[in-house]
């Protein structure tokens, strides 16, 4: 099994930045592929942004690119999300998520192992 840790929430005024850290313990081999999604109240969790097993591949969902950039650390076996530019429509959980998949993931099916969450609220 893959455990996933999420930290670096916060309350944060429009505008502002986060950076988001996602730390993986347990069979760390068998993660290629992570991600991030978030939930909204109300709404259903969406795809934010995911990377390839090697880094070298991004994909992140249009309402966040230009804003948000995915990246990892392989050697620390931990994956983040470095937000900025932060809108009030950005308000949600933040949820790591990790998978075996060699492609980049972008739906749910796409992961096997999910973080606990790290709350993001931006104030206007």
């Known amino acids: 099994q893959v455990q996933l840790v999420e930290s670096g929430g916060g309350l944060v005024q429009a505008g502002g930045s986060l950076r988001l850290s996602c730390a993986a313990s347990g069979r760390t081999f068998s993660i290629n592929t992570m991600g991030w999604f978030r939930q909204a109240p109300g709404k259903e969790r969406e795809f934010v942004a995911a990377?390839?097993?090697?880094?070298?591949?991004?994909y992140y969902a249009d309402s966040v690119k230009g804003r948000f950039t995915i990246s990892r650390d392989n050697a620390k076996n931990t994956v983040y999300l470095q937000i900025s530019s932060l809108k009030p429509e950005d308000t949600a959980a933040y949820y790591c998520?990790?998978?075996?998949?060699?492609?980049?993931?972008?739906?749910?099916?796409?992961?096997?192992?999910w973080g606990q969450g790290t709350q993001v609220t931006v104030s206007s």
């Open positions: 990377i390839s097993g090697s880094g070298a591949k991004t």
């Open positions: 998520a990790a998978g075996p998949r060699l492609w980049v993931g972008r739906s749910q099916s796409d992961f096997d192992s």
